[in-house]
């Protein structure tokens, strides 16, 4: 089962906020690289299917990684840097 | 919203092309305002640049140049705007150009300290907006866990990840797709498989440029060459000559099904990253309503340009692979001649300046064309329904933002959809999220298969504002966290 791992470790960390759980993230990550690590496969459902919502591109043109960060929806979380604190809600619940 | 001063130029995209385009512009004086949606400027192939140049380790060869192209973000008439997202665009189209402003940019700033929209006036604007994966249709496509192989190199870049622990199957076709599978491994991450989806036969059908190609820009090739031979030597399968592609499972990817000298091969898959090159990014220049041209080589629309990238409005330049696609050093090239061409358009730069800087740039950018035919031969795009056969119409997405299949867009021209935006009005493709940006490409190709036209006579989705999906509340500049903000 594939899982993203760091391929070294990094110099500082920080923290962020995700569905309700403290997680560490890089400064420079985005939102979407760090739900990935987590091993998020989707981040939320298809509003036409229901069906999972999953990144595709990671660039900003796919809308597949859609999540609410600091309390706004429909953020792409592919373009959205992390930094201390940033609370990031999924409609995808993941166990810790 | 706020409005701001005037500027000469407007460049919309920090990335190789955007940024020597504002170099050359600012050399002669000319006030820029440079705006990326990004974090961060670099385009996708500087992802990260200032981590990414201080490591020593395979991918630094790519960010060659990075570090100078980006030391025009502090030259003091360069104005860099940072997660600024465009969102509209018009032109006016006054007599007198010489002084007024031509273009109208509506935009919103992302920045955590001073959110809000805003519009920028300037007399020209630099599109250097790149490149997007061109679509790969066949069952399953959408799944979570399938990405393009610019996904990969993406997240490698932005947090220093790589897929290891098995279930990583690359497939496709093109050098990115090499250059991907090398950097995973380059980094400890693993690859289970590689399907080769290039067409049988593209070496021969490629061979006459061969050596022209060779000798226009040997490094290309060489660099190409050696990827193949790592990839071959690393241990990963190697499958060809592959039919009915499939990707299988619900909640994500668990497989990945094809056909193979008469067998049927059922991989376990957990990630599958798909290439079949990359294609111009034309959501802004198809809303300012500019001439595109179909590139049959490339099957993908580009914006019509002179090869200083001045496009059919006067007022509007393009630059880099959002032109056409040429690679990293192609673009930068083409935005500092850009840049020039709008510099001597503005009267900043006098007709023998321009002569002399261009010259150059513009044989440097013909050297390379050999090379780039022979990239473009070698690695034709896969014929759309290469993977979406009529048995498997049902089962592939064309828009997987409307969940719209190919059985369903041959339906709709069947009952009378003659172009891409009757099949949008009869099946909402198009009309997700994405506003067309991942099933524009492919819809053009298929209706203009279906109906028996060109791809430049069948055209493509009609763009409307906004450029991306915008909050309400963003519009009212409300901003949610002003009271609790220290």
Known sequence: ?96 | MTVENPQDVIVVGAGPAGLAAAQSMAETGLSVRLLDEQAWAGGQIWRNAAVMTNLQGPMAKSYDGAVDAMAVLSKPNIEYAASATVLDASLAHLSDTSEKPQARLTWLSGARENRGIRETNARALVIATGAMERPVLFPGATLPGVMGVGAVQSILKQSGMVPTDGGVVLAGQGPLLLLTLEQILDHGGTVDAVLDLGAQGALAGAAPGVLRALISDPGLIAKGASLLWRARRSGVAWYRNIRALRAMGDECIREVAFETEGKTVLLPCTLLAVHDGVIPNTQLTRLLNLDHVWHEAQQAFAPHCASSGQTSASSVWVAGDGAGIAGADVARLRGSLAGLDVARALGSLDNSGFQTLATPLKRQIAQRDPARAFLDKLYAPLPVTAYAGADVQDETLVCRCEAVTLAQVHSAVGDGATGPNRVKTFTRCGMGACQGRMCGNALTRIVAEATGSAPQDAGALRIRPPLKPTLISDYLDILPSEETTP
């Open chain 1, 1 to 96: 089962m594939t899982v993203w791992k760091h391929h070294e470790t990094a110099a500082k960390t920080l923290t962020i906020v995700v569905d309700g759980h403290q997680v560490e993230a890089r400064p420079g990550e985005t939102v979407a690289t760090v739900l990935l690590r987590l091993g998020y496969r989707s981040f939320g459902k298809s509003p036409v299917t229901g069906g999972p919502l999953a990144p595709a591109c990671l660039m900003g043109v796919c809308f597949g990684c859609l999540c609410s960060v600091d309390g706004r929806p429909g953020i792409q979380a592919c373009l959205e840097t992390v930094q201390d604190g940033t609370v990031v809600e999924t409609d995808v619940q993941v166990a810790p």
